[in-house]
């Protein structure tokens, strides 16, 4: 199972890459691999300030439909719109091409209540 150290996790299974004051987010491999094929996903919140762990969108698999929680309080910068013709990236590449939204966020204290790569490792069993 893929969980890069460099990465920050949640209990809902999204990752984030933070860079600066701004944080890339996408689903764990581990959630792509329990959702099975997926076929859609829904963000409609662009541009849009959320709070840590509202719904921001939500993914559509074969047998199921999960929604997407904020990692982090802010804003919603960018959907990555290839999803909407190639769901199927975050089945095939959920760290890289697969990735959801770019959020700003507005509380840099958040992300140490985020989930290490190890941490995240002992909630799934891996």
Partial sequence: MNIPSELK?????????????????GITDFAQKELGDIVYVDVDTVDETLDKEEVFGSVEAVKTVSDLFMPLSGEIIEFNES????????NNDAYGEGWMI?????????????????????????
């Fill in 83 to 90: 999803l909407e013709d190639e769901p199927e990236k975050v």
């Fill in 9 to 25: 996790y949640t209990k809902d299974h999204e990752w984030i890459k933070v860079e600066g004051d701004t944080a890339i987010v």
């Fill in 102 to 126: 770019k959020i700003t966020f507005n509380n840099a204290s958040e992300i140490d209540e985020l989930l290490s790569a190890e941490a995240y490792q002992e909630l799934i069993g891996a």
